[in-house]
């Protein structure tokens, strides 16, 4: 297993994509001294005696009752505990990694006024495989993600259950069998864990790294479709792109371009062709895309600034050994991150079926009927294509921007929230729908270019194509569908597709 050092406030999108495909992170002891000295505020602020916020006060409508010092302790466990109110299934692991990663670094940055022992807890639960067992459902995405970041606190404090490499065990268990004890929170500590948002940020996150991987399948499948269709590879000129400006068009088309470079297919219609123009989803896909790709770098660039971010509450200045109290924790961002996500990930996957609609249609493709050899005794890729409309009709209602609702909570304190979470939570299952568009894009096309043969596509893209064909055969009859999807899709989503055409893509990582 890999090793990935976190300097807090420094981290790259790359490091974050590292820690979710599994990379062990630890924090670079460069930050120490910052978290020590921060701790030391909350020390002298408790030893003073003044009312400051989450210190030595109740929390959020409750912040005008003060705590004595015997009481601050009990006042931390008891915060974590009350917020520990999550429903729905757990979130999986490797999310959940990455969202104490993100709890690491924000901490490690000296203004939340923790202990180093209480990090040491946490950088080890990552480095042994104690992972908590945090509900989904639950948070508005302000005061931050609070009851998952509660769960996942209460584990630290032998409370709720974990995942590890023995099941999924109570807490003070799992802790004991990793040779870890229980932390005793001290003031601020249950506060600065359980307020942020590295929930919404790392369901974001993960559901960027995975949208990446389905826009680079699309670009390489869309190509595969142009040639399949026979259309033509003029609107990629890169003249008409650069004429517009747009980086992400002009990176698509290049990218369209160059995978569709020495097909026999596209030759062969060079002339003799009646056809003027091209449907928009094969001509307007630089268009489409490119922007689906800047639209995802802007969210890539949100996320990645919140992911180096301090959004728990209040924060601590140790220069001036002040406490201030705001509103890091509104997670407005990354509501919006995740709602341009969403809105990309509907394009890609509506730009697709009208693609493999434009197919099966032997008016628009010149093809057999279905693209089956004995249309009418078999239907081919009919129904295919109903389950492709199916899910980008799906994708177009999570897609409703989540960032536009809000709800009041705790007695109206907390009256305006980002619904970040909601909007993060979506995504995932967005991919899902998106990628099997794309999977069954794949198989339609492939199935296409067969019509061609013994004409071949480019090099790239007849290396996609033999990558499929080592699973799924050309359809020649009707047969049980549902496996050839199934296991096309598990190629998108692996990355395969990409692997086989050896190109170098857009990428939203470089940014």
């Given at each position: 297993m890999?090793?990935?050092?976190l300097?807090?406030?420094?981290?790259?999108l790359?490091d974050?994509r590292?820690?979710?495909?599994?990379?062990?992170?630890t924090?670079?002891?460069?930050?120490?001294?910052?978290?020590a000295r921060?701790a030391?505020?909350?020390s002298?602020?408790?030893?003073?005696?003044?009312?400051?916020?989450?210190i030595?006060?109740?929390?959020?409508?409750?912040?005008s009752?003060?705590i004595?010092s015997a009481?601050?302790a009990q006042?931390?466990?008891?915060?974590?505990l009350s917020?520990a109110?999550?429903?729905?299934?757990?979130?999986?692991?490797?999310?959940?990694?990455?969202?104490?990663?993100?709890k690491?670094?924000?901490l490690?940055?000296?203004?939340?006024?923790v202990?180093?022992?209480?990090l040491?807890?946490?950088?080890?639960?990552?480095?042994r495989?104690?992972?908590?067992?945090?509900p989904?459902?639950?948070?508005?995405?302000?005061?931050?993600?609070?009851?998952?970041l509660?769960?996942?606190?209460?584990?630290?404090i032998?409370?709720?259950?974990v995942?590890t490499?023995?099941?999924?065990?109570?807490?003070?268990?799992?802790?004991?069998?990793a040779?870890?004890?229980p932390?005793?929170?001290?003031?601020k500590e249950?506060?600065?864990?359980?307020?942020?948002?590295?929930?919404?940020?790392?369901?974001?996150?993960?559901?960027?790294?995975?949208?990446?991987?389905?826009?680079?399948?699309?670009?390489?499948?869309?190509?595969?479709?142009?040639?399949?269709?026979?259309?033509?590879?003029?609107?990629?000129d890169?003249?008409?792109?650069?004429?517009?400006?747009?980086?992400?068009?002009i990176?698509?088309?290049?990218?369209l371009?160059d995978?569709?470079?020495?097909?026999?297919?596209?030759?062969?219609?060079?002339?003799?062709?009646?056809?003027?123009?091209?449907?928009?989803?094969l001509?307007?896909?630089?268009?489409?895309?490119?922007a689906?790709?800047?639209?995802?770098?802007?969210?890539?660039?949100?996320?990645?600034?919140?992911?180096?971010?301090?959004?728990d509450?209040?924060?601590?200045?140790?220069?001036?050994g002040?406490?201030?109290?705001?509103?890091?924790f509104?997670?407005e961002p990354?509501?919006?991150a995740?709602?341009m996500?969403?809105?990309?990930?509907?394009e890609?996957?509506?730009?697709?079926?009208?693609?493999?609609a434009?197919?099966?249609d032997?008016?628009?493709?010149?093809?057999?009927?279905?693209?089956?050899?004995?249309p009418?005794?078999n239907?081919?890729?009919?129904?295919p294509?109903?389950?492709?409309?199916?899910?980008v009709?799906?994708?177009?209602?999570k897609?409703?921007?989540?960032?536009v609702d809000s709800?009041?909570t705790?007695?109206?304190q907390?009256?305006h929230v980002?619904?970040?979470?909601?909007?993060?939570?979506?995504?995932?299952?967005?991919?899902?729908?998106?990628?099997a568009?794309?999977?069954?894009?794949l198989?339609?096309?492939a199935?296409?270019c067969d019509?061609?043969?013994?004409?071949?596509?480019?090099?790239?893209?007849?290396?996609?194509r033999?990558?499929?064909?080592?699973r799924v055969?050309?359809?020649?009859?009707?047969?049980?569908?549902?496996?050839d999807?199934?296991t096309?899709?598990?190629?998108?989503?692996s990355?395969?597709?990409i692997?086989?055409?050896?190109?170098?893509?857009?990428?939203?990582c470089?940014?």
């Amino acid at each position: 297993m890999t090793s990935i050092v976190l300097k807090p406030g420094l981290a790259t999108l790359a490091d974050w994509r590292s820690i979710y495909r599994g990379a062990v992170p630890t924090l670079d002891s460069g930050c120490r001294v910052a978290v020590a000295r921060s701790a030391e505020v909350i020390s002298r602020i408790v030893a003073d005696g003044h009312p400051v916020y989450g210190i030595n006060t109740g929390f959020g409508k409750l912040a005008s009752v003060r705590i004595e010092s015997a009481d601050l302790a009990q006042l931390q466990r008891n915060i974590v505990l009350s917020h520990a109110a999550g429903v729905g299934e757990p979130l999986p692991v490797n999310i959940t990694r990455l969202m104490m990663a993100l709890k690491l670094a924000s901490l490690g940055q000296g203004a939340s006024g923790v202990q180093n022992s209480t990090l040491d807890l946490l950088e080890t639960m990552l480095a042994r495989d104690v992972i908590p067992v945090v509900p989904s459902q639950g948070s508005v995405g302000a005061s931050g993600d609070l009851a998952p970041l509660a769960h996942m606190t209460a584990t630290m404090i032998g409370e709720g259950e974990v995942f590890t490499k023995e099941g999924r065990l109570p807490a003070a268990e799992g802790l004991a069998r990793a040779g870890l004890k229980p932390l005793v929170l001290g003031p601020k500590e249950g506060l600065a864990l359980l307020n942020g948002t590295q929930f919404s940020t790392a369901v974001a996150l993960a559901a960027l790294f995975e949208t990446e991987i389905t826009l680079q399948t699309s670009l390489i499948v869309g190509a595969l479709t142009t040639d399949a269709a026979r259309g033509s590879d003029t609107p990629f000129d890169h003249r008409i792109h650069l004429l517009r400006k747009h980086r992400g068009q002009i990176e698509a088309a290049d990218a369209l371009r160059d995978l569709m470079a020495g097909s026999a297919l596209r030759a062969s219609h060079l002339v003799n062709d009646d056809r003027v123009q091209d449907p928009y989803c094969l001509r307007c896909q630089p268009q489409v895309m490119g922007a689906c790709l800047d639209l995802l770098r802007q969210a890539a660039t949100f996320l990645d600034t919140e992911a180096n971010g301090v959004s728990d509450n209040p924060l601590i200045f140790p220069e001036q050994g002040e406490a201030l109290s705001g509103g890091n924790f509104h997670a407005e961002p990354v509501a919006f991150a995740a709602d341009m996500i969403a809105i990309a990930l509907c394009e890609i996957g509506s730009i697709a079926e009208r693609r493999i609609a434009m197919l099966i249609d032997p008016a628009l493709s010149g093809l057999p009927a279905f693209l089956t050899p004995r249309p009418g005794l078999n239907s081919g890729f009919m129904i295919p294509q109903v389950t492709a409309a199916a899910l980008v009709s799906e994708n177009k209602q999570k897609a409703f921007p989540a960032s536009v609702d809000s709800i009041p909570t705790s007695a109206n304190q907390e009256d305006h929230v980002s619904m970040a979470a909601h909007g993060a939570r979506r995504l995932l299952s967005m991919v899902d729908n998106a990628s099997a568009v794309i999977a069954i894009e794949l198989l339609t096309a492939a199935q296409a270019c067969d019509f061609h043969a013994p004409m071949a596509s480019s090099p790239p893209l007849e290396a996609v194509r033999a990558t499929l064909r080592q699973r799924v055969s050309k359809l020649e009859d009707d047969r049980y569908m549902h496996p050839d999807i199934e296991t096309a899709t598990s190629l998108v989503r692996s990355g395969a597709i990409i692997a086989a055409a050896g190109m170098q893509l857009p990428n939203l990582c470089g940014v």
